[in-house]
């Protein structure tokens, strides 16, 4: 089973209406991050959360909002899609005291999301 | 700031060897990552360094010169399957990685 799952994997979905990403992770790590990633521009910080009660703005996170519901689940939505919007998500996670250095973050699969 | 500065494609043949410049500029320092990225797929770890010099791990190493803000990837024997895009990140200050544009390496037989 993978340790870091995303859904859905796929959406299409319309300009103006409201999306939600979910992550979930098996691997008891404490941080998890939202990235989208765009041609050419690599990928790009939306949110993260070192721990259930703490939530920071990342590099990109004007449209976005996030919920870190437990240690395991990490939610992104989107309240009114746009076009630009379209981009591939990921989740990530990790956990300073594991891995091969400090902060070696573990992505899942991401989800491809289309807004017409 | 975070500025992160890496070729966008290089091309290379099969058994050939490549390396991957990248020249950053972060707002503190905790080290540097190298992802691999095939295409469509999630970013997955290949190195990390924290003090200058060379790490070496099978047919990838890396390199890094805190001072000069540089580090590269160098791929030997290039197989096929190492065409993918390769991601430059940086740790900066706060434990926040910020990944470079990526470079998309194409192995030609």
């Known amino acids: 089973d993978a340790d870091v799952t995303q859904t859905p994997r796929n959406r299409i979905t319309k300009t103006g209406k409201r999306i939600m990403l979910e992550c979930s992770q098996t691997?008891?790590?404490?941080?998890m991050y939202w990235y989208r990633q765009d041609p050419g521009l690599g990928l790009r910080l939306i949110y993260y959360s070192f721990d259930v009660k703490d939530i920071n703005k990342g590099e990109i996170s004007d449209g976005y909002s996030v919920s870190r519901q437990a240690q395991a689940k990490f939610s992104l939505s989107l309240e009114s899609a746009i076009p630009n919007q379209t981009a591939l998500y990921f989740c990530?996670?990790?956990?300073?005291?594991?891995?091969?250095?400090?902060?070696?973050?573990?992505f899942g699969p991401g989800t491809r999301l289309t807004v017409l | 700031g975070q500025n992160i500065d890496q070729p966008t494609e290089m091309t290379a043949t099969e058994g050939a060897i490549v390396q991957i410049n990248c020249t950053y500029q972060t707002s503190g320092f905790n080290g540097l990552f190298w992802y691999q990225q095939h295409a469509g797929e999630a970013p997955t770890f290949l190195s990390y360094?924290?003090?200058?010099g060379l790490e070496e791990k099978g047919r990838f190493s890396s390199f890094l010169s805190r001072s000069k803000g540089y580090s590269y990837l160098l791929l030997k024997e290039l197989q096929m399957k190492d065409s993918a895009s390769y991601l430059c990140a940086p740790l900066a200050a706060g434990n926040k990685l910020t990944f470079g544009g990526g470079t998309r390496v194409l192995v030609k037989p």
């Open positions: 691997k008891g790590h404490d941080r």
């Open positions: 990530a996670t990790s956990d300073p005291t594991v891995g091969q250095g400090d902060n070696e973050q573990f």
């Open positions: 360094n924290v003090l200058d």
